[in-house]
């Protein structure tokens, strides 16, 4: 008798723990540099690597792998019935984009004392507009390109200058003449707009709710301000050449809170987007 009531015992264990294993849905490629959006049972507690990830009241979440993230993650979930599983999961590693530049200045390779105050400040401004939380579901959105045409740079990829590593890209940048005009690429409320940022120039960042944010640089022009709600495809700023920047382009972000993401992992190919407008 009791080595039945053991067996049924596993038996009903092992039942909960597959319907819990397909309760869980992910949005998104397992990869540094990659946003994932989720989704659970309502009332699920969710862990990533032993850290609280918060979650809406339909279940759904979101997180990001850095650009150099660990290749095994572990995803920890707490039912509402106090089942817990571990879920392992297994990034893709990704090559990113490294050039050499040789003869650089000194004054280019270290602004001068004011320069670098002010540049310090305008980060603790960037900085403190991710780390807020807000709860929009907004970021669970398809996510849509704030502008079309040629890439010239891409995420990840960073220059050796001088034979000191630079900092690394993190955005995706989108070629396109001044005044070209930025749209929303979800909904959000704009929790930063600064026309004259000393490295970014108009700076402009997008809370999409729940750590997700997107950032846009080098801006010639800002149509909204802060605490304004803007809507998917409503127009917010125009591309520029503000800042430190070679050229006119759209320099696009995305974050989990203070970690820097690739914001080619949520939105369709810019060569499918591209193609889908010359079709039209």
Request: hydrophobic share 40%; aromatic share 8%.
């Amino acid at each position: 008798m009791r080595a039945f009531t053991r067996t049924v015992l596993t038996c009903v264990l092992t039942s909960m723990a597959f319907q819990a294993s397909a309760a869980i849905e992910l949005n998104g490629e397992l990869s540094q540099g990659a946003l994932i959006r989720a989704k659970v049972q309502p009332g699920t507690q969710v862990f990533l690597n032993d850290e609280p990830v918060k979650v809406n009241a339909q279940g759904q979440l979101a997180f990001g792998f850095a650009r150099e993230a660990e290749l095994e993650q572990m995803l920890k979930l707490i039912y509402p019935d106090g089942l817990t599983e571990l879920k392992p999961l297994k990034l893709t590693k990704r090559q990113y984009r490294i050039q050499e530049v040789n003869g650089i200045s000194k004054k280019i390779m270290k602004p001068d004392p004011k320069a670098q105050a002010r540049a310090a400040k305008d980060s603790k401004q960037v900085k403190a507009a991710r780390a807020q939380f807000t709860a929009s579901d907004a970021f669970n959105q398809q996510f849509i390109w704030p502008l079309t045409g040629r890439i010239s740079g891409v995420y990840g990829s960073q220059r050796i200058y001088n034979g000191k590593p630079g900092t690394p890209h993190y955005g995706v940048d989108v070629a396109a003449k001044t005044g070209t005009v930025v749209v929303a690429p979800a909904d959000g409320v704009i929790s930063l707009s600064v026309p004259d940022m000393f490295y970014s120039g108009g700076t402009m960042i997008i809370d999409h709710g729940y750590g997700v944010n997107s950032t846009f640089l080098h801006l010639s022009k800002l149509y909204v301000k802060q605490g304004d709600v803007v809507k998917q495809g409503d127009k917010v700023a125009e591309v520029g050449s503000t800042g430190r920047s070679t050229g006119p382009h759209l320099d696009w972000r995305v974050n989990w809170y203070q970690m820097r993401l690739d914001p080619t992992t949520i939105v369709p190919s810019m060569k499918s987007v591209l193609a889908k407008q010359d079709a039209n």
